[in-house]
């Protein structure tokens, strides 16, 4: 494999290795060990999730106009970026390297070619199983993208104009994605999600999304929204509907696509009756990070997070049985907001107009949970513009209008899902049972829903069912929940204000539709 272009000459270049041979790479090197259900199970070392603080994009005649700069789009110079490119090739010629072509986007429309580059058989083999595969005859001639992932370089800050000794930058003009000083395997995955975040909108006039979506059997397509530990995941691994991807896709005019060919659970408390497909994809060849093991023994314990909450399993799509492939599918007939509401205000499902739908979609509403991000340990309220503002390198209007128009021209059904805290706020209140979540999804995708009687909420405006088959009917209006029915109104008025400061950024690009969505603040309360 020719590694010229990059001046890369490493003492030693494995290949597109395979599954078997990336694992055995992996024992050899005590990278991880394989626990009993035959997962190679690592650990990240300090970084157990990303660092948003240390992701970088180079400023340069390509990007000063079109990128939304700030706090999560941080300014890179060219000359930084050179600079500390040279010093982790030259660092890497000293290294054993493991390098894998593939690809991102189902749809062969939006195709792109990726070369990755990693210092260890362990990040190549997440590689192998989150991006989309190549046949064994059919590499590309060329390279769209490369990744280049070396743990062990640290960054000086002084000389080379990052935060600290970690890093991610992404060169849209080189078409380079460098990450050091972090072993954790999602800085690789999201620096190509923030790739195309840049490239389909802008060039392809397409939607990209942080979203997982399935397939009925009937053929409607479903989306789901949302920020890690909503319940993306959990929630479009049904067993009853064919997974199209749990996290990234596209919205093209005639389709729905995956960006990926694997799926990143999160597998805090994972068991077998609770998440049968993700816990049945846990076998060999799938990569476990950050998890614990019960004392004396290679079984997994979910349920330790003494490392970190946010253990991770990446395996490939068709680990799950009724994985969609190839991962495409038609234009979606239902949408879901997932958001875990820390205030424990929000319903556990409700109906939005295409005004409340642009406004929530915009506002992004969650909370943090725990682990995901270096530096949570417990739920933060935060609002999160698209339901992925760590990844947008556009401002979020540009993705709002293009959700707006779709939205519109087909119609879709959107509902928002509180998947976090009822019946008091987080360290009150008692997260949302998923069995009630799983029945409300499936009463809206099989349209009952749409059949039942609603009652509006005082505050925010939201169709609420008064009935859902499977779930108690006085958890579906969160006020029944809670004990004190005044601390409920004030905290609902605290949200709403929340939501409407937070807005105020966006006021500039509001509809007369979206205005009229907004929440209203009842004054006799605060």
């Avoid at 035959?38 to 970088?56: E, H, M, Y």
């Avoid at 929530?360 to 933060?380: I, L, W």
Wanted: proline letters at 4%; charged letters at 20%.
């Amino acid at each position: 494999m020719d590694l010229s272009y990059l001046n890369l000459h490493a003492k030693s270049v494995k290949c597109q290795l395979s599954v078997a041979e990336l694992v055995e790479e992996a024992l050899k090197n005590g990278e991880g060990t394989l626990a009993d259900s035959g997962a190679l199970a690592v650990d990240t070392g300090k970084f157990t999730g990303r660092s948003p603080k240390d992701r970088f994009i180079v400023c340069d005649e390509l990007t000063e106009d079109a990128v939304w700069w700030g706090d999560i789009n941080i300014k890179f110079t060219p000359e930084h970026f050179d600079a500390l490119f040279e010093k982790v090739v030259q660092h890497l010629s000293e290294k054993q390297i493991y390098v894998r072509d593939a690809y991102a986007c189902a749809s062969e429309a939006y195709k792109t070619s990726i070369r990755v580059i990693t210092e260890n058989a362990f990040q190549n083999l997440f590689a192998h199983n989150l991006f989309l595969r190549y046949g064994d005859q059919e590499l590309p001639e060329y390279t769209d993208w490369t990744i280049i992932a070396a743990p062990s370089f640290n960054a000086d800050p002084a000389t080379d104009g990052t935060r600290q000794g970690n890093f991610s930058i992404l060169n849209f003009t080189k078409k380079i994605i460098l990450i050091g000083g972090t072993a954790y395997t999602g800085e690789i995955k999201k620096g190509i999600f923030s790739v195309l975040n840049f490239i389909l909108p802008t060039q392809k006039n397409t939607l990209s999304m942080h979203c997982s979506a399935n397939l009925g059997k009937d053929g409607d397509t479903a989306i789901f929204f949302g920020l890690s530990g909503t319940g993306k995941t959990t929630l479009s691994a049904d067993p009853e509907r064919g997974l199209i991807g749990d996290d990234e896709h596209g919205w093209s005019d005639t389709e729905i696509f995956n960006f990926e060919g694997g799926c990143y659970a999160k597998c805090v408390d994972l068991t077998q009756e609770k998440e049968p497909q993700i816990f049945n994809a846990i076998k060999f060849g799938s990569l476990l990070e950050n998890t614990n093991y019960y004392p004396f023994s290679r079984t997994v314990d979910f349920s330790n997070i003494k490392k970190t909450e946010n253990t991770r399993v990446a395996y490939p799509i068709h680990y799950i049985d009724n994985a969609v492939l190839p991962s495409v599918s038609g234009i979606p007939k239902n949408i879901f907001f997932l958001t875990a509401d820390a205030c424990g205000v929000l319903p556990p499902i409700s109906k939005l107009t295409p005004g409340q739908a642009m406004f929530h979609f915009v506002s992004g509403y969650t909370a943090k949970v725990a682990g995901t991000e270096t530096g949570v340990t417990e739920p933060q309220l935060t609002f999160s513009a698209c339901f992925g503002k760590a990844f947008l390198p556009l401002h979020p209007a540009k993705y709002a209008k293009l959700l707006g128009e779709k939205m519109q021209k087909h119609n879709v059904n959107v509902w928002l899902v509180n998947t976090g805290w009822s019946g008091g706020a987080y360290g009150v209140g008692q997260r949302m049972k998923l069995g009630y979540t799983r029945a409300m999804i499936t009463a809206a995708l099989k349209g009952v829903l749409l059949n039942a009687d609603f009652i509006e909420h005082p505050v925010f405006g939201l169709q609420m069912p008064t009935t859902c088959k499977g779930v108690p009917s006085e958890i579906l209006d969160p006020r029944n929940t809670w004990l004190d029915k005044n601390a409920y109104d004030t905290k609902a008025n605290e949200l709403a204000v929340a939501f409407l400061n937070n807005y105020k950024q966006f006021e500039a690009f509001s509809s007369e539709e979206i205005q009229n969505a907004l929440p209203k603040v009842v004054e006799n309360i605060l």
